[in-house]
């Protein structure tokens, strides 16, 4: 056996043994990896580790198509343009891989001083993905001999009559990304806009706001509408809320122990309730002389908005027990017919009498 055959034997050796390699070191060194970082507190680490899963056998039969090409001789011509395609091969999934690990890492959560991390929105992934891409392709141009220059001018015309006929497209996505910045608008908070719509913000896209309603569907909203919409977001400054609750007592009502009694079982709610606030101290005040009955609003408090329905149900089936025990009356809505005054009022007939 000559010389250059045993050099292209070791060649395909090297080149079979990449691939199997690859996955051993995946199967046993990013699993021993993977139970290290799963005692840590950050999550990072895990997504790291995940994210090489994928790309690992290919980046090794890589490696071993670059050793393989050291062992066979071959012209320098050949070598080179084999050299730059291995390496091309690299930079595309190296390129795709840090795309993907960088939009799971800001999936995961982004630090805001004062307030817990919280997911990156759609169009932050999107824009982020967008320029890791981006950027690997210049690096891949300019390891192929391609003058970038050229091409990133090309690109800028190109770019700006592109941008005329999406207007609408970049639009929302700017729009996406100033109630990113802005931090009024989080993944996970109750809103309300001024049409009506309101839910829990699922997502925000770079063309759509995914908003998650109370009955469990989707609805879209365009960014460029949200951005220009009056919204009340019930989640900030703190996702507890305040819950007033009105009941109309009979105008015969010992008003004192009225509101002792609202009271009393407004701390009891608030204490045994799912979704209330223990440490909220519940506050009553008589509003106004009705029809037939005088308004008392009670306030409780609840952890967010969802949760303000569980509490109000609690404590009306509470506070009409505790009035039924009190003999406390809530009166059912009166009008009294005052038919005298009917009668003085009554214009006269035609005929005189």
């Known amino acids: 056996m000559t010389q250059d055959q045993l050099r292209q034997l070791a060649a395909a050796a090297i080149v079979l043994v990449s691939v199997p390699l690859g996955f051993l070191v995946r199967h046993f060194l990013l699993a021993r990896l993977a139970k290290v970082a799963s005692v840590t507190q950050s999550r990072a ?24 090409s050291r062992v066979v001789v071959v012209s320098p011509e050949l070598a080179q343009l084999f050299d730059k395609g291995l390496l091309s091969a690299f930079i595309v999934s190296a390129t795709f891989w840090a795309a993907l690990l ?72 700017f729009a996406g990304m100033q109630i990113t910045l ?7 908070d109750f809103i309300k806009l001024e049409s009506g719509e309101q839910g829990y ?6 063309r759509a706001t995914r908003v998650r309603t109370l009955a469990n569907n989707f609805v879209l909203i365009p960014n460029r509408r949200l951005a220009q919409s009056v919204v009340t977001n019930y989640h900030r400054p703190t996702p507890d809320l305040l819950v007033p609750v009105e009941v109309g007592v009979h105008y015969s009502s010992d008003l004192e122990r009225v509101e002792q009694v609202a009271l009393r079982v407004a701390a009891e709610v608030m204490k045994s309730a ?13 509003q106004s002389f009705g029809d037939s009955s005088i308004t008392l609003t009670i ?12 509490v109000k149900h609690a404590f009306i089936k509470a506070l009409a027990r505790a009035f039924a025990e009190e003999k406390i009356v809530i009166p059912y809505p009166i009008r009294a017919l005052n038919l005298t005054q009917e009668q003085q009022g009554k214009a006269p007939s035609p005929s005189g009498g």
């Open 299 to 310: 306030v409780l408090s609840a952890k967010e908005f969802s949760e303000s329905f569980a």
């Open 102 to 173: 960088v939009s799971r890492l800001l999936q995961l959560g982004i630090a805001v001083p004062g307030q817990a991390p919280a997911p990156a929105t759609g169009a932050v992934r999107y824009l982020a993905k967008l320029l890791v891409v981006a950027l690997g392709a210049l690096v891949l141009l300019s390891t192929l001999g391609i003058s970038v220059t050229p091409v990133l001018t090309t690109f800028g015309i190109g770019g700006l009559a592109v941008a005329l006929g999406l207007q609408d497209t970049l639009g929302n996505l």
């Open 45 to 68: 680490d895990d997504a790291i580790i995940a994210s090489l899963r994928r790309p690992l056998p290919l980046w090794s039969l890589l490696v071993g198509l670059y050793l393989a």
């Open 274 to 286: 799912p979704g209330g606030v223990p440490t909220h101290e519940p506050t009553a005040r008589y």
């Open 182 to 188: 802005s931090g009024n608008l989080r993944v996970g």
């Open 201 to 206: 913000v699922d997502d925000i896209h770079w």
